[in-house]
Structure formats: structure tokens, C-alpha cells
């Protein structure tokens, strides 16, 4: 036995396994970048939509204007709503929005109503 090996074993000194420690951390970089895909995948897809305004055409009429900025080149839909004076909702329609060049585009819904509403607005949109 060496004097390093003796001097080891009298004071309780092992060698460090370096082999578990990189694959601890392989795999945690692993872990954060595929959740940082994720993230940014989605972001990618990711719809906004602004109300820009509503106009109440008659009692079973609204017609709602609103923006989508987002998605290039891809087609979005979006859930427009008409709400009665109580936020209950007395209509809603799906709109289909063919894919454009622009990163922002204004738009506007006729949503046809089963009694008179005092608003509209876009309830969410996505990426179809």
C-alpha cells in the first residue's frame, strides 16, 4: 500500500466518481431543453385577438370587429360571442380565417343572437 493510499484510508478519503455526475447532468440539460422547445413551439402558435369594437345591428344581430396577431401563413379560428346585459351569452359563432402574409390582421363577425345583446367580444382563437 502506498503512503497516498494509507493517508486515504486513515482519513476516510475516497476517489470521486465523476461517471453519475455527468450523466446527472446530461440529463437535466436534456430536461430543460426540451422544455424550452416546448415553450418556444408554442409561442410560435400562439393567437392574440383584441376586441376593437361591437356595433348591435338589430335584436338578433351583432356585429363584432376585432384583430388577431400571430401566425403567419397559417389558418386561425376564433370563438366570437355576443353577451346579453347579465354576461350571459345569447350567441356565439366559430370563424375560420384563411392564413395571410400579414402578422395582423383586422376582421369582423356577424353573430346572430337569440335575444338582445348589449356586447361582443372574442372568447379565444388558435391555430387550426
Known sequence: MTTAEQLDDRYGRTRRRRGPWIV????????????????????????????????LVDEHTVNVRFQITGVQGKDVACIVEALDEEFGVVGWKVVEI???????????????????????????????
Open 24 to 55: 446527472l447532468i446530461a440529463i437535466a440539460v436534456l430536461i430543460v431543453g426540451a422544455f424550452g422547445w416546448m415553450t418556444v413551439t408554442r409561442q410560435m402558435n400562439a393567437v392574440d385577438a383584441d376586441d376593437l369594437g361591437f356595433d
Open 98 to 128: 384563411p392564413g395571410g402574409e400579414t402578422h395582423s390582421q383586422a376582421l369582423s363577425a356577424t353573430v346572430p343572437t337569440v335575444s338582445a345583446a348589449t356586447t361582443g367580444l372574442v372568447n379565444s382563437c388558435w391555430v387550426a
